[in-house]
């Protein structure tokens, strides 16, 4: 695949790869800190931190999502490690609205902060909010997240309801034996706050390596548990969509599952990611990634910026390839790489 002649490129052509699949999602990283320290994603003690020089500013993070722009993206999703502790998240809302054309702006975050911070975030601009929430039990939570925190996770997903950053969507990661047997409750606390829920299955992506496919509960097995309570029907019109989505009882309401393991749909994928320090990702699980922060700091042009990101997409793989012997984790965990 590294070995393909790259293509010469028109000024109109979009971030496409060999298998005829085309970019239009920008997954960008805000900061790689958390204020959780969620068992599935980072240690106790936390993980070294990128230093500030490192970092994109604003400015850089601007004018890089511009030049994704310009390449056909549509949609950014602003994400972390935890979006809302970059402080300066509100102007950078409000300046990413203001691209021409004018993306999507959607933001992924664990919710903490956000009851300050919702009414803000909509008035400059952002259009949708997930919010990270695995379980309602007040024990769970702080086994999970080693914060005693869910009463501001709450408060966050109600300032997000009455922003209007609607519909509110809630994702959780079910895992065997700690909370895999509330799933339909979550489901029924969910419905009853008109938030909608997305299930996400386990990833290798924690910090420590220790992900093991026999312990993931899959997508399966979610669609099994929820059934035990609700009728769950498809919903039509995927897409490029990750989750596939049901309605609830005969809908309108629905759930989404992500069955990113069991059931990947990279032959849909149409994500590109920037992490915080400033490299392109083609995929999520990807080993390799291009530098973009050397050349922008040394007076790239947005030309030779968007070949660098044409080439980086040009070389992405078929598949993420979990499960296959070859498969190698990436080095840099869930909250280096962005969500």
Known sequence: ?????????????????TFGRVARDLRVSVTDRCN??????????????LPK????????????IGVFAGLGVRQVRLTGGEPLLRRSLVDLVRRIAELEPRPTIAMTTNGLGLDRLAEPLRAAGLDRVNVSLDTIDPEEFVALTRRDRLA?????????????LTPVKVNAVAMRGINDTDVAELLAWCLARGYELRFIEQMPLDAGHHWQASEMVTAGEIHDRLSARFALTPAPGRGSAPAERFFIDGG???????????????AACDRVRLTADGQVR??????????????????ASDAELAELIRGEMWRKARG?????????????????IGG
């Open 252 to 266: 309108p309401a629905t759930v989404g599952i992500i069955a990113s393991v069991s059931a990947p749909f990279c």
């Open 282 to 299: 083609n995929c999520l699980f990807a080993n390799a990634e291009s530098d973009l922060r050397t050349p922008l700091r040394a007076g």
């Open 152 to 164: 501001d996770v709450e408060a966050g997903l109600r300032a997000a309801h009455r922003a209007g």
């Open 53 to 64: 020089a490192e970092m994109l500013s604003d400015d850089e993070l601007i004018r890089l």
């Open 320 to 336: 993420h390839g979990i499960g296959s012997p070859d498969f190698h984790q990436p080095d840099r965990p869930m909250s280096a």
């Open 1 to 17: 695949m590294t070995d393909l002649p790259m293509p010469t490129w028109r000024p109109d052509d979009g971030l496409v790869d």
């Open 36 to 49: 959780l320290r969620c068992t599935y994603c980072m240690p106790a003690e936390g993980l070294p931190w």
